[in-house]
């Protein structure tokens, strides 16, 4: 009984050896992957792209520019993943997945008004992500 009762002991030290609590290693993951500057600067992005889609006189090249800023801030997000929770980086990874999907159809959709509307359905869903991704961090954060 002692044996047992020493080697439960003794478990229970060791598994707390290192360990970090989720709160921790979210905050932790939070400040080292710069994801509060990230989503802002996405949110920017992307409010840019939406402000030439939704301009009828906005040339091909004024999509590319705006679309393919959208899409390298977005891949260097999405380089930051995985996080220490698993449902933080799903939501993520769906958010960054659904503004580089804006940011394809906005490069090639030129006068297009189906694909501009296409890549505005696309931008919603991944500003949408991201906030309801900074929730879920912070509430992980704070245990």
């Given at each position: 009984?002692?044996?047992?009762?020493?080697?439960?002991?003794?478990s229970?030290?060791?598994a707390?050896?290192?360990s970090q609590?989720?709160?921790s290693?979210?905050?932790s993951?939070?400040?080292s992957?710069?994801?509060?500057?990230n989503?802002?600067?996405l949110?920017?992005?992307?409010?840019?792209?939406?402000?030439?889609?939704?301009?009828a006189g906005a040339?091909?090249?004024?999509l590319h520019?705006?679309?393919?800023?959208?899409?390298?801030d977005?891949?260097a997000?999405?380089a930051?993943?995985?996080t220490?929770?698993?449902q933080?980086?799903?939501?993520l990874a769906?958010?960054?997945?659904?503004?580089g999907?804006?940011?394809n159809v906005?490069?090639?959709?030129?006068?297009?008004?189906?694909?501009?509307?296409?890549?505005?359905?696309?931008l919603?869903?991944?500003v949408?992500?991201?906030a309801?991704?900074?929730?879920?961090a912070?509430?992980v954060?704070?245990g």
């Amino acid at each position: 009984m002692k044996r047992l009762a020493a080697l439960i002991a003794g478990s229970v030290l060791l598994a707390s050896c290192g360990s970090q609590s989720p709160a921790s290693a979210v905050r932790s993951w939070v400040h080292s992957s710069s994801f509060v500057a990230n989503s802002h600067q996405l949110r920017l992005d992307a409010h840019q792209a939406a402000v030439a889609l939704r301009n009828a006189g906005a040339s091909a090249r004024d999509l590319h520019t705006v679309c393919a800023v959208l899409s390298v801030d977005a891949l260097a997000a999405n380089a930051s993943l995985p996080t220490p929770d698993e449902q933080l980086t799903n939501d993520l990874a769906a958010s960054y997945n659904a503004l580089g999907n804006a940011a394809n159809v906005c490069y090639d959709a030129g006068s297009s008004a189906r694909l501009r509307s296409r890549a505005l359905g696309f931008l919603v869903a991944g500003v949408g992500g991201l906030a309801s991704s900074a929730l879920r961090a912070s509430v992980v954060e704070r245990g």
